[in-house]
């Protein structure tokens, strides 16, 4: 089975043809990175227009490079949610026309249910197949618009359950604003993960709180650590040179701490030996570096996919899509986008104890 997807939910135009297997035939992706830098942050109807502008050269440029038509394809995948409205808008209709003019099968895929499946992708230099993990699998996703940690028993959104998220912030999220903050741009995460590489997170521990105090607890909470770091550029300057590097090595260790130990309580809670990182933070060095030192220690078995399946892509919706199809399951032309996840969600936003 071949299957073509497409993705549009933020700020990344991409469009990928996948195997039933997970074999990766072609990934395009366009990124509105530049596009956004000059805001700070992703502009909504700016990525909308520019998804516009790039869906069709992408969508081409994937067939292409896969060597297929659209006759040769076993259906078409596309984003329904969750993200910004009138960018999957235009991932949704492109599908949909595609799809409607080959007579190829349509199926909506939820872009988180992507990044958890994003594992099994194989790319050129595939890994074997006993790198890949069985189920159940315990995984934590972090990019800039999720933090969650879920239990996966199967590729059916029925089969995963969330087990706690991040009350207000996502982690990319902190990592974004923080790095403005700092005056570092944006996106703010491979810039702070390099500058911490030679940072000493001691130094600067006193500018940075520990992230989310009770411990027992499965859910984040990032929005106090970004506000520590407001306070201390208020009070004293932007940090230079070594106190930068420094600011930015406690910054994410504090973030790092909280993932690394709330994925590794997670899996000891539900009895699952194997653990799974998704998401563009998954690109974190620290991050990797402390995940694999924490399960190594525990005997968990880590998994963590190539930076290309970790950020935004086509090919893990061609990938979650496939699996649908392969199970029968079909979408009418009257799908529609939605900007919330179709997982269930146990963590409430705000604050208070819980
Ligand atoms: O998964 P992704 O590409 O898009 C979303 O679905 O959000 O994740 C993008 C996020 C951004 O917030 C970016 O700053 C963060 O991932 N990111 C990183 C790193 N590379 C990307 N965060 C920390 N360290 C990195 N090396
Ligand atoms: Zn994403």
């Not at 469009?15 to 039933?20: L, Q």
């Not at 992706?29 to 000059?38: E, F, G, K, M, N």
């Not at 991932?91 to 958890?116: E, F, I």
């Not at 525990?298 to 899509?321: E, H, K, W």
Request: proline fraction near 5%.
């Amino acid at each position: 089975m071949r299957v073509l997807g497409i993705e549009t939910s933020c700020d990344e135009t991409a469009a990928a043809v996948v195997t039933e297997g997970g074999d990766v035939l072609s990934d395009v992706v366009r990124s509105q990175v530049a596009l956004h830098a000059p805001y700070g942050g992703v502009v909504p109807e700016v990525a909308a227009r520019d998804h516009a502008r790039a869906v069709v050269p992408v969508v081409r440029e994937a067939l292409a490079r896969a060597g297929v038509t659209a006759a040769d394809l076993d259906g078409v995948a596309v984003t329904s949610r969750p993200g910004l409205a009138g960018a999957l808008l235009v991932g949704l209709q492109t599908a949909k026309g595609l799809a409607w003019a080959a007579g190829k099968p349509l199926v909506g895929v939820d872009h988180l249910v992507g990044h958890l499946l994003a594992v099994f992708l194989r790319r050129d230099g595939a890994p074997a197949s006993d790198e890949r993990p069985a189920f159940p699998y315990v995984a934590l996703l972090a990019s800039g618009g999720h933090t969650a940690i879920y239990r996966v028993d199967g590729p059916a959104l029925g089969a995963i359950r969330e087990l706690g998220a991040t009350r207000d912030d996502a982690a990319g999220e902190a990592f974004d604003k923080v790095a403005k903050l700092l005056g570092l741009g944006y996106p703010g995460g491979p810039v702070v993960d390099r500058l911490a590489a030679t940072g000493d997170a001691a130094a600067a521990a006193e500018a940075v709180p520990a992230v989310m105090a009770r411990k027992e607890s499965l859910e984040f909470s990032f929005s106090g650590i970004k506000s520590a770091v407001a306070r201390h550029v208020a009070k004293r300057g932007r940090p230079e040179g070594q106190a930068l590097n420094d600011l930015c090595a406690a910054f994410q260790g504090a973030v790092v701490d909280a993932l690394v130990q709330k994925t590794v309580r997670a899996a000891r809670a539900e009895g699952i030996e194997r653990v799974v990182l998704a998401g563009g933070v998954a690109a974190n060095r620290g991050l990797r570096a402390k995940m694999a030192a924490a399960c190594a220690k525990r005997g968990l078995g880590l998994f963590v996919p190539p930076f290309a399946s970790c950020t935004d892509n086509g090919a893990m919706i061609a990938y979650a899509g496939a699996l649908r199809l392969a199970a029968g399951e079909r979408d009418t032309l009257d799908l529609a986008p939605e900007t919330r996840t179709a997982l269930p969600r146990v963590t409430r936003k705000g604050g208070g104890v819980r």
